[in-house]
């Protein structure tokens, strides 16, 4: 069965139960407590605890979806038979439907029945209790039922899982085990019974109970297609076969997962930096980098196999983009391997300093088909200290570079090559501020800002909201903001202790990361009486009426409870 048939049997074994479909979320989360976006239940969290109603959104308490996953605790692992960064996670989810009943009734019919995977399940596992939360005897039973005679008892490491971040929905988890082509017994399932939420580690009882269910489709590839490891499945084969025949047979793993997990990460918008997301996707593409400069042929490979399922997925941003980290890779990568071949053995210091210095990430340097085994006894712990160390050290809101063409701006949010693009750019960043203001006075304090991203083009602001917005409100927003700029308010900042700028009511941005000092910047007459107050770092216009006229491009919504809207100014 090839992993396209793998997906259509799971959409219409649970389309004929009753689940309706949702699409996947994007890469980049909307849960502000964790970086990329690691399980499917992620766009779910908020059907599990009440605030959103999935009869309302879906016309069904029961969803599937397949889900774009990465998991950054597995960069080590990559190469081994089952781990990889970037994977599609074939879930089926229940808000107040149904439980642990029909829950695993539903995997072992799919599992083990002829008309669908037709599979033999090696064993299972159920949570053997805690002092805080007892053994899932519920779980075995039901098991029992249904004929399967091996089953396992795990502790909270295995079979409880939750939450993502430092809160959610959690509670213990039931795993389906079944055996590939050599023997092994692979993880293949693993069903999640939501009864509590956590909050810095207290349960609570949660007050819908729920079901949270997760299979890779890579892993569900292996045992199907009765192959050893999930690189020998028709979703990585035609990937490890355009690379160079002679290439170590790990290294070409490597290869075909970070062009997968680079092209998805990508496509829905993450940019090669120094910081969070974007450090993540840099690091996996100098590792590439690393073992070569040229890899169209493996990208257009991803694309011929993930396009027809993911419209989203760019080959041409994904192209120039490494392409541009390449060039930019390419300026220090050879002194830095000069660097590494003199040194003896590398500990967090150095590795640092080889990182800062000539952009080699850590994964390089314990790569040892590069280096050998000098980076033997470093461990990521010590360098990711490190590396922290030195970003509070360099936290400086926004950073101005002098580059070839003249100013370029990069704060991570506002983008500028040059200073046409800069003026552009600074306009389209009040117009923002102008709009998080006019968003609230329509639509109330229940929206609050989940991203922004700044480029000559348009401004593109994420914020959460539960609901449809409609075009006479877009357009009342859109008026709204015009007329401030008809106003011709002065644009100011004042610089303050957080916590007294915290005090001002001044909006900030649960994602960032401020100083002990912050900026806050306002339009009107002064910070008291303004209509807009945001921390910022800045550009902004000094008077409103600089913005032009304001336009609303597009609306939509990215994941549950997110809306996207871009504009521009004229
Ligand atoms: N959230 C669980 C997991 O990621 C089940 O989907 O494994």
Same mark, same amino acid.
């Given at each position: 069965m090839k992993a396209e048939e793998l997906r259509q049997k799971f959409i219409e074994f649970f389309r004929a139960r009753g689940h309706a479909v949702v699409l996947s979320s994007s890469?980049? !989360?909307?849960?502000?407590?964790?970086?990329?976006?690691?399980?499917?239940m992620q766009q779910f969290k908020k059907y599990f605890t009440g605030e959103l109603d999935a009869e309302k959104d879906f016309n069904s308490k029961n969803t599937i979806s397949i889900q774009k996953c990465f998991r950054t605790s597995s960069i080590d692992e990559v190469g081994d038979d089952t781990h990889g960064t970037f994977f599609e996670m074939l879930g089926n989810f229940s808000f107040g439907g149904y439980f642990k009943e029909e829950a695993i009734k539903y995997a072992h019919e799919f599992i083990t029945s002829k008309d669908w995977m037709g599979l033999e399940i090696d064993f299972v596992s159920v949570f053997k209790g805690d002092d805080n939360v007892p053994a899932d005897e519920e779980s075995e039973k039901i098991w029992e039922s249904l004929g399967v005679e091996k089953i396992k008892k795990f502790d909270r490491d295995d079979n409880f899982w939750g !939450?993502?971040?430092?809160?959610g929905p959690c509670g213990p988890s039931t795993e389906i085990y079944v055996k590939n082509a050599v023997g092994n017994s692979v993880e293949v399932w693993n069903l999640v019974f939501n009864e509590y939420y956590s909050k810095s580690g207290v349960l609570e009882p949660l007050m819908i109970k729920g079901v949270d269910t997760g299979m890779g489709i890579e892993r569900l590839a292996m045992v199907t297609q009765k192959v050893?490891?999930?690189?020998?499945t028709d979703l990585f084969t035609p990937l490890t076969s355009?690379?160079?025949?002679?290439?170590p047979e790990r290294v070409k793993r490597i290869l075909a997962d970070h062009a997968r997990a680079v092209s998805f990460l990508t496509s829905d918008g993450v940019r090669p930096s120094n910081k969070e997301a974007g450090y993540i996707l840099r690091r996996l593409m100098r590792r590439m980098i690393v073992h070569g400069a040229d890899f169209e042929n493996l990208f257009n490979k991803v694309g011929e196999i993930y396009s027809p399922a993911y419209s989203e997925l760019n080959l041409n941003v994904v192209l120039e983009e490494f392409k541009k980290e390449n060039d930019k890779f390419q300026k220090t990568l050879k002194s830095g391997l000069k660097e590494l071949g003199k040194l003896e053995s590398i500990d967090a210091a150095a590795a640092f300093k080889l990182y800062e210095t000539y952009g080699l990430p850590f994964e390089i340097l314990k790569d040892t088909e590069i280096s050998?085994?000098?980076?033997?006894?470093?461990s990521r712990e010590e360098f990711d200290k490190e590396f922290a160390r030195h970003q509070e050290k360099s936290r400086a809101g926004a950073e101005k570079k002098f580059g070839g063409h003249g100013l370029l701006l990069d704060t991570g949010e506002l983008k500028a090559v040059d200073e046409r693009e800069l003026k552009i750019v600074t306009r389209l960043h009040t117009a923002t501020h102008l709009m998080q203001a006019a968003l609230r006075q329509v639509f109330g304090p229940e929206v609050k800002q989940n991203g922004s991203d700044i480029t000559a083009e348009r401004t593109r602001f994420d914020f959460f909201f539960s609901r449809k917005v409609t075009p006479e409100e877009l357009k009342k927003v859109e008026d709204l903001v015009n007329q401030k700029i008809a106003e011709d308010l002065p644009v100011g900042f004042v610089e303050m202790p957080i916590e007294e700028a915290k005090k001002t009511g001044a909006l900030y941005f649960f994602k960032a990361r401020y100083g002990q000092k912050v900026k806050v910047y306002f339009m009107g007459k002064d910070l008291e009486s303004a209509w807009s107050r945001e921390f910022c770092g800045g550009p902004h216009v000094?008077?409103?009426?600089?913005?032009?006229k304001f336009k609303i491009l597009k609306e939509e919504s990215t994941a549950a409870g997110i809306r996207r809207i871009r504009a521009t100014v004229e």
């Open positions: 890469l980049i !989360p909307d849960d502000p407590s964790v970086l990329l976006t690691t399980a499917g !939450p993502t971040g430092n809160e050893s490891n999930i690189f020998e355009v690379l160079p025949h002679e290439l050998g085994d000098k980076a033997k006894n470093l000094s008077h409103t009426a600089e913005v032009g």
